[in-house]
C-alpha cells in the first residue's frame, strides 16, 4: 500500500486546492436545494391562491405568504451581510434592513388597514434597495458613473412603466379613479431598482451575474406586481389573494435565492472573472426608450393623465442629463488621454533624450548592430577612435568595417568574430582583446578590449550591442611595467651576486691565507649591501613621489644651508674622487620640505661628483628669478649629449649603460630629484653644451620674501645664560667678526689674538667651546690644541677649527678637533658648527633604544654613546616595561613601532598613563611613513618621526641631540635655518608633530 503524501490529494493536487474544490461543491448543492424549496414553495402558493377557497381564506394566504418570503428574504440577506467584506458587506445588509421595512410596511398596512402608509414604507425599503444596488460593485464606481447608472435606471423604469401604462394595460375608459401618488411611485422606484440590477449586472464579471440576476429579476416581479396594484387600484378591482401576489411572492424569493448564490460574496467560483461593459445596458436602455417614444407618438391623439405627461417628462429629462453626462464624462476623458498622450510622449522624448546623452558621455565606445550585422547607432566617443563621424558609419557592416587585417594581411574570420556569435547563438563576449583601424585614412591601428552583449527581445535576437575600450596607454603602461621589472630584477640581482659571492669566498675558508683578498672581499660585499639598499630605498621613494603618498612638511628654510647639509652629506665622496665641492652663499629663503630637497641636492652633487675628473669643481649657486629660486648644480664633467638631456630623468636612465656599474648609482637618482621639485611645484632640467663641456642641473623652488623687522628681532633672541664661547685668531678683524656674528645669535663671546692668552682665557672663562685658527704667531694653535686635549680639566671642550687648508692636509691636528671650518667662512655655518659640538658635549642624559633588530639598535646605542647619552637597549616592549620598572626613568625615549609580542603603540600608551614619563620626548624610527591619524596615537611630549629609509644613525643622533636641547631649553628656535626646526624648536631634517 502506498502512503500518500501530506497536503495531496488525488490526482497529485494540493490538498488545498481539493478542499476548496469540495467547498465550492457544497455551495452549489446547497444553493440548488434552496432553489428547488423556493421553486416549490411558489408553486404551492399560486395553487393555493388559485385553489377553491373563499376570498377571505385566499387573502390569508396572500399576506402570510408574503409576510413570510419578506422575512426569509431579509434574513437571507442579513445572513449573507454577516458572511462577505467591504462593500458586499454594506450592500447585503442594506438590502435585508430594506426587507424589514417593506415587511414592516406590510404587517402595518394588513392589520390597520392603511394602504398609503404601507406603500410610503415600501418606497422607503426600495431607496433602500437603491443604495444596495449602488454598493454591488466589488470597485466603487467614479461618481459620473453612479449618476449615469441611475438616470438610466429612470429611463429603463419610466420607459418600462409608460409602455405597461399606455400600450398595454390602460384603457383609457377603465380608469375608475385616479391612483394615488403612492401607488405610481412604487412601479417606478421598482423599475429603477431593476434597471440598476440590470445595468450593475452587465457591468460585472461573469462570475457574479447570476445573483445579481436574482435580484433584479426579483426587482422586476415588484414592479409588475406593482404596475397591476396601481393599475387594478385605479379601476378600484384589487383585492389580496389575487395571482398579482405571486409578484411579491416571487420577488422576496429571488431576492432571497441571489444571497444564498455562492458568487453573492464577490467571490469568483466558476470561470475566469472578466471585465463588464456598459454597452448592454446601454442598448437596453435606448431601446426602451424609443420604444415608449413610438407609444407616446401612437397615443398622441388620446387624452393622457397628468401623472402620465410627468413621467414622460422626467423621462426626457433624465435621457437629457444622461446625455449631458456622458458628453461631459467624454471631454473630461478626452482630455484627460490627450494630457496622459502629451505627457507620455515627453516621457519617450525625455528617455530617448536621455539616452542619446548617456551614450554621448560615456568614454567608451559604443555601437549597435542588426540581425544583419549592420551598424543601427554608434556614440560620439566610438567614432572619434575610428577617425571617421557617426553618420558615416552607420549602415556598413561591422565585421567588414572595424577588424583590422591579420599580420599576414588576412581578414578575421566571420564566423569567430564575437559580432556573429552574439547574433548567432546568444554568446556575450567580455573583455575580448582585438584590433581596429582607423578609417582616417592613416592606416593606424587601436587596440580594443570589446564586451559584445546580444539584444534579445521575445525570445529571439534582434540585434547586439558592442562595447570597446582604446586600451593603448594600458598596453604602454604594461610595457613600461615589464621594462622595469625586468630592469629592476637585473639591477638587484647584480649587488647580489657580488655579495653572494664575496661571503661565499670568505665563507669558504679559501681566503684564510691571503688577508688582503679576504678585505678586498669584504669591501665588495659592504659596497655592494650599500648600493642594494639606495637601490631598494631609491624604488620605493619613486613608488611613493608618483602615488603622491609622501606628505610633504613645508617650513621655510634658508637656501646656503639646505646646500650646506647636501654639500656635507656628500664630502667624503668628493674627497675620495678628488673633487672639490664650491657652494656659493645666498640671503634667498624657499618654502619647502627641507629633507626633500636636501634628498634632491644630494642626488645632484653625487651625480656630480661621481661623473667630474679629479682635480675638478662642482659648484653650487642659487640666485632669484621672479617668484621662485633658481638652484644650479655645475660640473666640469663629461656633459651630456643633446639627445640625452630629457631621457636621463627616466628610470634607470644613464648616458652610457656601463655607468651603473663603473660609477655606482641606482639609475634613479635623477627620477627622485625631479618627482620631489615638481612636487614642490618647480621643475628641474639639464644643460649641456655637449660632450667634454661639463653639464648643469637646475630646479626652481617658491621664494619667500622675508620681513626685515622679523629678522632682525630672530636674531637678537638671546641664548640661554653661560653659553660662553672663546674666539681665538691674529686677525683682530677676524675676533671682532665672528664676536658679532655669534653675539648676535646670543652667545657670550671673549676674544684673544693670541695663543698664550687663548690658554689663560680658557682657563679662567671654563668656556662651552672654542673657536682656534691654527695659524698664529708664536703659540700655534696646533700647540694649544694639543694642550687643551693633554690637560684632563680641558680636554672635553669642544674646539672648532679654522683654518685655510682641509682636514685631510693635517690630518694629526683633525683628529683632536671636534668640527673644522675651511676659510672664508660662511656666518650661517659657524653658528651651526659651534652650536653641534655643543651639543655633542656629554650631557649624561638618559634614552631608552626600543628596537627589535639586534644589529640596527647596536648600531644606534653606540652612536648615542659615543654622542655623550646614557643608553638603556630593549628588543621588546616587555623588555621595556621591565626597564622602566627597575628604575630606569630615561630623558628620551627611541621607539620601533613594529616589534615582536606587542607593538609600539602600547609602550606609548603605557607611558601615557605613567605620571612622570607622560611628557618624555620620543623619537618613533620606523620603517615606514607613519600616517597623520596613527601620529595622533603616538604623542607623547615633543615627539619626532624619522624613517629608517632616510635617517642614518648619525641623523638619528642629531635629532635626539636636538630634541633634548629644545626641552633642557639649551638652544634658540630659528624660522629660517636649515639646521633647525621651525617656531616649535623642532630638530631638522625630520618629521615631527
Known amino acids: ?111 390597520v388597514g392603511d394602504p398609503e402608509t404601507g406603500d410610503a414604507a415600501y418606497i422607503a425599503a426600495l431607496a433602500l434597495g437603491v443604495v444596495g444596488m449602488s454598493l454591488f460593485p466589488a470597485v466603487r464606481p467614479r461618481g459620473r458613473e453612479m449618476v449615469r447608472m441611475l438616470l438610466d435606471s429612470i429611463v429603463v423604469g419610466g420607459s418600462v412603466l409608460y409602455i405597461a401604462l399606455f400600450a398595454v394595460v390602460l384603457d383609457g375608459d377603465a380608469l375608475a379613479a385616479q391612483p394615488t401618488l403612492t401607488a405610481y411611485a412604487l412601479p417606478v422606484v421598482d423599475a429603477l431598482l431593476a434597471t440598476l440590477a440590470v445595468l450593475v449586472m452587465t457591468r460585472s464579471s461573469a462570475a457574479e451575474r447570476v445573483p445579481l440576476v436574482l435580484v433584479g429579476g426579483g426587482f422586476v416581479l415588484y414592479a409588475v406586481a406593482d404596475v397591476a396594484f396601481a393599475l387594478l387600484t385605479a379601476a378600484g378591482g384589487f383585492m389580496f389573494g389575487s395571482p398579482v401576489d405571486v409578484g411579491w411572492i416571487g420577488g422576496y424569493v429571488a431576492i432571497a435565492l441571489a444571497a444564498r448564490h455562492p458568487a453573492a460574496s464577490g467571490t469568483s467560483v466558476v470561470g475566469r472573472p472578466g471585465d463588464g461593459t456598459p454597452v448592454l445596458g446601454t442598448i437596453v436602455t435606448f431601446c426602451l426608450f424609443l420604444t415608449a417614444a413610438l407609444v407616446r407618438v401612437v397615443q398622441a391623439g388620446q387624452g393622457l393623465p397628468g401623472v402620465a405627461n410627468a413621467l414622460w417628462v422626467a423621462v426626457l429629462v433624465a435621457v437629457v442629463v444622461r446625455q449631458i453626462l456622458v458628453v461631459a464624462d467624454n471631454a473630461s476623458l478626452r482630455h484627460g488621454l490627450e494630457r496622459r498622450v502629451q505627457e507620455r510622449t ?215 644651508a639646505l646646500v650646506a647639509t647636501a654639500v656635507d652629506q656628500v664630502a667624503v665622496l668628493a674627497n675620495e674622487a678628488g673633487v672639490a665641492l664650491r657652494p656659493v652663499g645666498s640671503s ?74 663603473e660609477r ?64 681665538v685668531d691674529d686677525e683682530p678683524h677676524v675676533v671682532d667678526m665672528f664676536r658679532r656674528v655669534l653675539e648676535e645669535r646670543g652667545y657670550d663671546v671673549v676674544g684673544v689674538t693670541d695663543g698664550s692668552a687663548a690658554l689663560e682665557a680658557i682657563d679662567e672663562e671654563r668656556p662651552a667651546a672654542i673657536v682656534l685658527d691654527l695659524a698664529m704667531p708664536g703659540t700655534s694653535g696646533a700647540e694649544v690644541l694639543g694642550r687643551l686635549r693633554q690637560s684632563a680639566a680641558t680636554a672635553g671642550l669642544p674646539v672648532v677649527v679654522v683654518s685655510g687648508t682641509r682636514p685631510t692636509d693635517a690630518l694629526e691636528t683633525a683628529v683632536l678637533a671636534d668640527g673644522w671650518l675651511v676659510k672664508p667662512v660662511d656666518p650661517g655655518r659657524l653658528i651651526e658648527t659651534v652650536r653641534e659640538v655643543i651639543r655633542r658635549r656629554p650631557t649624561h642624559n638618559r634614552v631608552l633604544v626600543v628596537e627589535d633588530d639586534d644589529n640596527l639598535r647596536t648600531v644606534v646605542a653606540t652612536v648615542l654613546e659615543n654622542g655623550g647619552l646614557s643608553v638603556t637597549q630593549a ?46 620626548p620620543l623619537v618613533v624610527y620606523s620603517g615606514a611613513e607613519v600616517s597623520l591619524e596613527e601620529r595622533e596615537d603616538l604623542q607623547l611630549g615633543r615627539t619626532v618621526f624619522l624613517t629608517k629609509s632616510h635617517t642614518t644613525p648619525d641623523a638619528v643622533l642629531r635629532s635626539v641631540l636636538d630634541l633634548l636641547d629644545v626641552v633642557a631649553g639649551r638652544t634658540v628656535a630659528s624660522r629660517t635655518g636649515a639646521g633647525d626646526g621651525g617656531e616649535t624648536g623642532e630638530p631638522p631634517s625630520s618629521r615631527t608633530s
Not at 457544497?26 to 385553489?51: C, H, K, N, T, Y
Not at 644630494?602 to 656630480?608: D, F, Q, R, V
Not at 619667500?704 to 628681532?713: F, I, K, Q
Not at 626613568?889 to 603605557?910: C, I, R, S, T, Y
Open 346 to 560: 515627453t516621457q519617450l522624448r525625455s528617455l530617448a533624450s536621455e539616452r542619446e546623452r548617456t551614450l554621448e558621455s560615456v568614454a567608451d565606445g559604443i555601437y549597435g548592430v542588426d540581425p544583419e550585422g549592420l551598424v543601427t547607432f554608434i556614440n560620439a566617443a566610438a567614432a572619434q577612435s575610428l577617425g571617421t563621424s557617426a553618420a558615416d558609419l552607420v549602415g556598413r557592416n561591422a565585421h567588414a568595417t572595424f577588424h583590422a587585417l591579420a599580420e599576414d594581411g588576412s581578414s578575421h574570420p566571420v564566423e569567430h568574430c564575437y559580432i556573429t556569435e552574439a547574433l548567432r547563438y546568444g554568446i556575450t563576449a567580455t573583455a575580448e582583446q582585438d584590433v581596429y583601424r582607423c578609417l582616417d585614412g592613416t592606416g593606424n591601428e587601436v587596440p580594443v578590449e570589446v564586451t559584445a552583449s546580444p539584444l534579445r527581445d521575445d525570445g529571439g535576437i534582434r540585434g547586439a550591442v558592442v562595447a570597446f575600450r582604446d586600451v593603448t596607454e594600458r598596453r604602454e603602461m604594461e610595457r613600461i611595467k615589464d621594462e622595469f621589472v625586468s630592469v629592476v630584477s637585473h639591477e638587484l640581482r647584480t649587488p647580489l651576486t657580488a655579495i653572494r659571492g664575496a661571503l661565499g669566498l670568505i665563507d669558504s675558508n679559501a681566503l684564510d691565507d691571503k688577508p688582503e683578498q679576504a678585505a678586498r672581499m669584504i669591501h665588495i660585499a659592504l659596497t655592494s649591501s650599500e648600493r642594494l639598499g639606495r637601490l631598494v630605498d631609491d624604488i620605493l621613494d619613486t613608488e611613493r613621489l608618483n602615488a603622491s603618498t609622501t606628505r610633504l612638511e613645508l617650513e621655510e628654510h634658508r637656501v646656503d
Open 664 to 727: 655606482g648609482g641606482s639609475g634613479l637618482g635623477l627620477t627622485i630629484a625631479r618627482s620631489i621639485v615638481e612636487r614642490h611645484g618647480g621643475r628641474l632640467w639639464a644643460v649641456s653644451e655637449g660632450e667634454g663641456r661639463g653639464s648643469s642641473f637646475r630646479f626652481t623652488l617658491r621664494r619667500v620674501t622675508l620681513d626685515v623687522n622679523r629678522t632682525a628681532e630672530e636674531s637678537l633672541e638671546e641664548a640661554p645664560a653661560a653659553t660662553r664661547v672663546v674666539v
Open 875 to 920: 628588543r621588546s616592549v616587555s623588555e621595556a616595561r621591565d626597564a622602566l620598572a627597575s628604575g630606569a626613568e630615561p630623558d628620551l625615549v627611541l621607539l620601533d613601532l613594529k616589534l615582536p609580542g606587542a607593538n609600539g603603540q602600547e609602550l606609548v600608551a603605557d607611558l601615557r598613563r605613567h605620571g612622570r614619563l607622560r611628557e618624555v
Open 1 to 111: 500500500m502506498t502512503a500518500r503524501s501530506p497536503g495531496v490529494g488525488d490526482g497529485g493536487l494540493p490538498l488545498e486546492s481539493v478542499w476548496s474544490g469540495s467547498a465550492a461543491a457544497r455551495s452549489w448543492s446547497r444553493f440548488v436545494r434552496w432553489s428547488w424549496v423556493a421553486g416549490i414553495a411558489v408553486l404551492l402558493v399560486v395553487l393555493l391562491l388559485l385553489g377553491p377557497f373563499d376570498q377571505a381564506t385566499r387573502e390569508q394566504i396572500s399576506m402570510v405568504a408574503i409576510a413570510a418570503a419578506g422575512v426569509v428574504a431579509a434574513a437571507s440577506c442579513g445572513r449573507r451581510a454577516v458572511q462577505s467584506t467591504g462593500r458586499r458587506r454594506r450592500a447585503w445588509g442594506i438590502l435585508s434592513l430594506g426587507g424589514v421595512v417593506g415587511l414592516a410596511g406590510n404587517v402595518y398596512a394588513g392589520l
Open 588 to 661: 634667498e629663503v624657499v618654502r619647502a620640505d627641507g629633507e626633500r630637497i636636501v634628498q634632491t641636492l644630494t642626488n645632484l652633487l653625487g651625480n656630480a661628483v661621481r661623473f667630474s675628473p679629479h682635480g675638478s669643481t662642482v659648484r653650487v649657486t642659487a640666485m632669484p628669478v621672479g617668484d621662485y629660486v633658481e638652484l644650479r648644480v655645475d660640473d666640469e664633467g663629461r656633459g651630456i649629449p643633446p639627445d640625452k638631456l630629457e631621457a636621463i630623468f627616466g628610470r634607470f636612465e644613464q648616458v652610457d649603460a656601463s655607468d651603473t656599474r
